[in-house]
């Protein structure tokens, strides 16, 4: 989305999209969240719950990293784990920059890459933010900001799930554009179920959106350039 052919980052439309994407969280905390939130909230289903369980951040990051784990598997296998020597360091700064090197251009490490430091986004903003989850307005008709905190129940955001689903989901279509429809549609479905199972806002998911999708252009972009 915010790519050249070649890899480089259209700075520019990153950023008049960031703006829009702030524009549209503000529209939401002060107008719109509340009635869409209500009317979302209609929508819930059993088939939500399961993207609740088996797509939350934590399973992103250990299934990719799991993948990642097996490429490096195979490639020592192939090598006999010469990939993994540290270009004759025998240390551990050497060992790490020589591990990158040979791994930051394989699929399984760029997606990997794209939902780690999603997640760790995503966590950031949620302390930094501090906004009561919509399960306030629910039982005592309350909303608000207490910035800073670490308490899940004042993470709402941006979307943890939709961060990281995006980061990953949209790295996945770019790697395989002919999936992109596929992967495009999942991630807004699970957006939409972050609200229908009531666990935030809308805004939380139009923020987690914009972040994932533009750190898995950012992740591509830096490591694929040419």
């Given at each position: 989305?915010?790519?050249?052919?070649?890899?480089?980052?259209?700075?520019?439309?990153?950023?008049?999209?960031?703006?829009?994407?702030?524009?549209?969280?503000?529209?939401?905390?002060?107008w719109?969240?509340?009635?869409l939130?209500?009317?979302?909230r209609?929508?819930?289903?059993?088939l939500?719950?399961?993207?609740?369980?088996?797509?939350?951040?934590?399973v992103?990051?250990?299934?990719?990293?799991?993948?990642?784990?097996?490429?490096?598997?195979?490639?020592?296998?192939?090598?006999?784990?010469?990939?993994?020597?540290?270009?004759?360091?025998?240390?551990?700064?050497?060992?790490?920059?020589?591990?990158?090197?040979?791994?930051?251009?394989?699929n399984?490490?760029?997606?990997?890459?794209?939902?780690?430091?999603a997640?760790?986004i995503?966590?950031?903003?949620?302390?930094?933010?501090?906004?009561?989850r919509?399960?306030?307005?629910?039982?005592?008709?309350?909303?608000?900001?207490?910035p800073?905190?670490?308490?899940?129940?004042f993470?709402?955001?941006p979307?943890?799930?939709?961060?990281?689903?995006?980061?990953?989901?949209?790295?996945i279509?770019?790697l395989?554009?002919?999936?992109?429809?596929?992967?495009?549609?999942?991630?807004?479905?699970?957006g939409?179920s972050?609200?229908?199972?009531?666990?935030?806002?809308?805004?939380?998911?139009?923020?987690?959106?914009?972040?994932?999708?533009?750190?898995?252009?950012?992740?591509?972009?830096?490591?694929?350039?040419?």
């Amino acid at each position: 989305m915010f790519l050249t052919t070649d890899n480089q980052i259209k700075w520019r439309k990153m950023a008049i999209a960031g703006v829009i994407t702030l524009g549209l969280v503000f529209a939401g905390v002060f107008w719109f969240d509340k009635p869409l939130y209500i009317f979302l909230r209609g929508f819930d289903c059993g088939l939500w719950a399961w993207f609740d369980v088996f797509l939350a951040p934590k399973v992103w990051i250990i299934a990719t990293f799991i993948a990642a784990m097996v490429f490096c598997a195979k490639k020592c296998v192939k090598t006999d784990c010469s990939f993994l020597n540290p270009c004759g360091k025998g240390n551990l700064f050497g060992f790490i920059k020589n591990f990158f090197a040979k791994t930051k251009t394989n699929n399984a490490f760029l997606i990997f890459y794209s939902v780690l430091g999603a997640g760790i986004i995503a966590k950031v903003l949620k302390t930094l933010i501090g906004r009561a989850r919509p399960i306030f307005f629910e039982a005592l008709d309350m909303t608000g900001f207490f910035p800073p905190s670490f308490d899940w129940a004042f993470n709402s955001m941006p979307s943890g799930h939709t961060t990281v689903s995006f980061a990953g989901l949209v790295m996945i279509g770019m790697l395989a554009p002919r999936f992109k429809p596929l992967t495009w549609t999942l991630a807004i479905m699970i957006g939409v179920s972050r609200v229908a199972i009531g666990a935030h806002w809308p805004s939380d998911v139009i923020l987690g959106a914009f972040v994932g999708m533009a750190f898995a252009d950012i992740i591509k972009g830096k490591l694929l350039r040419k």
